[in-house]
DNA sequence: GATCCTCGAGTTCG
DNA sequence: CTCGAGGATC
């Protein structure tokens, strides 16, 4: 029907036709043809008027109705944007709270969810099940607009569900909101639209490119802009920004009764309320995990943001028998996306301190949402990745997570680059000691032994679930002792006494008593966990395993020259180097004086020990994913001490990779190489045969 | 000297 | 989890 009509519009807009002679009918048709354009556009998604044109009827519109002020009217196209800069917001209640949606990211959760529904709904078996409506969940910034008798009257964000911003000026500037219900009487006397305003791509690469080009900083992603803009006093900024609605529910309703949603949807389209054209209804569980996988595949075309799909039982009355709890509907889940990469803007560097002095430039961000977690923070590595990716403060950036769990800026994207964005320097000083910076090839080095920050990492580390294994001595803690000085040196954790620790914040007199006893209790870990925590550079737990198998005791130890060092397995020259020099140093014997003074135990559990020949002596195994029967450190130890070797990558010589959930790259690898792979219940039974 | 392998170090979020 | 570097192996 558009293309038609957009003939009549251009015949009608003839500037020979001008007839003065009836101001009031033309005032009348021309509002009639940019209501027409704005439907057309936003919610047909086809345009029947040129921007140009609707501009030069919108000016037209605008002298006419200065010219004769008897014909004005709140609802006309040219008080979208007349209306005065509001002083703030006024804050509103919502009649009927907006809740929040409960996420998922797994097939399983929604076929979980699914069976609650039925089971809530009192299904039998052999009963058909509800009819579902699905539609995309846009990422952009809830809204609710309230009509009385067809005229829009207010508009109010979500804010915390229960109360929020009335944005009625900033609504109406959004060309996409029509000012008024069309479609047939009678009119509902109340009619709640719930929806989502939103930016296309498009419209956010052009603003972004405009910033840059006024070295002003970068927006981060179109839905920040979006609630920024809504923000915007002023309805003439949110009438530049171009934003879009779309409506997926309804608040309260007089006088209007669709039973179903996909029912309310066709319902507000037909009136002009923009509705997703992607919504669909299925009927059983199979069609609709199919219906999430396909339009994954099909929303980056989309051109505005989607991050996942909201499902919903379609019968209202349904919704009501299933109700809510607290927090969210439950005829009601999003199946999110899990998003593998995301833009957003850098906005800080700053160094941090490493256990062994280590300067890393660690990037703050703009948070963006990325597999289900939001990120704000990702490493840089060291300076010469920051010049090779030529990353700068103000830059957008691509992030994405390396294996699902650590982010990582994979590129800047210097078309968005702007004249103000400063180029990273690396530090002259280092940032908590302010000691002169070090450097050695690309990496930085604090080489202040006393250095704050250091001393802090180290205790932490010394501290941890695989070191010394001093349970409740976590960072805030460890930052208090730093910071009032109770501890300078490893050895004065041995020291501390109860009133000392109870005087910190958080820690009362019983967990201050806890973790006395739990600093006790680490006294006895051994010499293997002893040299792995007390941070001599290239010796972690597998060195120290090796040096506790071939010495008794530290004093055999420290007994050792460089040559018999040099010729345990998998130590050279460097190794062997710096774990005598660091034992000999001047630090070195204090640290290991202080310590033996203190009660730890130098003792090795493991010398002499060999391959025990258990019935899985000779094999190497790797353990990958997440395990349901004890940690993958438990499991280990349980291997090792039927014989078997235990390797943390998979490679030619892994004979076995036992692979938990949500395993990774190394199931793939083992895959690739022929590799013998066993699931956990494979394992249990292995072990269990003992 | 080249290549493969393993360990150590740094790392994010809830 | 990934990268880089040290060690082992050919």
Known sequence: MGSSRAGEYHAGWMPSTKRSDDPGARIESLRQMLEEANRAYYVDADPVMSDRDYDQRLEELSGLEAAHPEFASADSPTR?????????????????????????????????????????????????????????????????????????????????????????????????????????????????????IFMTNDVFDAINAQRAARDEPLFANARNV??????????????????????????????????????????????????????????????????????????????????????????????????????????????????????????????????????????????????GTTVRHATLHNIEEIRRKDIRVGDRVVVEKAGEIIPQVVEVRLDARSEASQPIEPPAACPSCGEAVHQEGPKLYCMNPECPAQLRERIAWFAGRNQMDIDGLGEKIVDQLVERKLVRHLADLYVLSVEQLADLEGLAEKSATSLVSAIDVSRDRGMARLLASIGIRQIGSAAARTLAKAYPDMDSLLDADRESLQSLPDFGEITAGILYETLHSSRGTELLDRLREAGVRFTSDLHGQEAPGGRMAGLTMVLTGTMEHGSRTELARRLESLGATIGSSVSRRTDVLVAGAKAGSKLEKAHELGIEIWDEARLLSELGED
């Open 226 to 371: 979006t609630a920024g803009t809504l923000k915007s006093l002023d309805p003439g900024v949110v009438a530049s920004r171009r934003l879009c609605f779309s409506a997926h529910g309804r608040g309260v309703v007089d006088g209007f009764e669709p039973g179903t949603y996909s029912g309310f949807l066709e319902a507000i389209r037909s009136r002009g309320v923009p509705v997703s054209p992607h919504a669909r209804t299925v009927e059983d569980l199979p069609s609709m995990l199919e219906l999430l996988v396909a339009f994954q595949a099909d929303r980056s075309g989309l051109g505005y943001g989607v991050d996942g799909m909201v499902v919903r039982v379609d019968a209202f009355a349904m919704q009501e028998r299933l109700g809510a709890t607290s927090k969210a509907p439950r005829w009601c889940v999003a199946f999110k996306y899990p998003a593998d990469q995301g833009e957003t803007v850098l906005e800080d560097v700053t160094w941090q301190v490493g256990k062994g002095g280590t300067l890393t430039p660690r990037a703050t961000m703009q948070p963006v949402e990325l597999a």
């Open 80 to 196: 979208r944007v007349g209306g005065q800069p509001v002083d703030g917001f006024v804050s509103v209640e919502h009649s009927i709270p907006m809740q929040s949606i409960d996420n998922s990211y797994d097939p399983d959760d929604i076929a979980a969810w699914c069976a609650r529904v039925r089971k809530g709904l009192e299904l039998g078996e052999g009963d058909a099940g509800p009819v579902f409506c699905c539609d995309p969940k846009i990422d952009g910034v809830a809204i609710s607009l309230r009509y009385e008798s067809g005229r829009l009257v207010q508009a109010v964000t979500r804010g915390d569900g229960r109360r929020g911003d009335d944005v009625t000026a900033q609504a109406r500037a959004i060309r996409a909101i029509p000012l008024r219900l069309g479609g047939e009487d009678p009119m509902p006397a109340v009619l709640e639209i719930r929806g989502e």
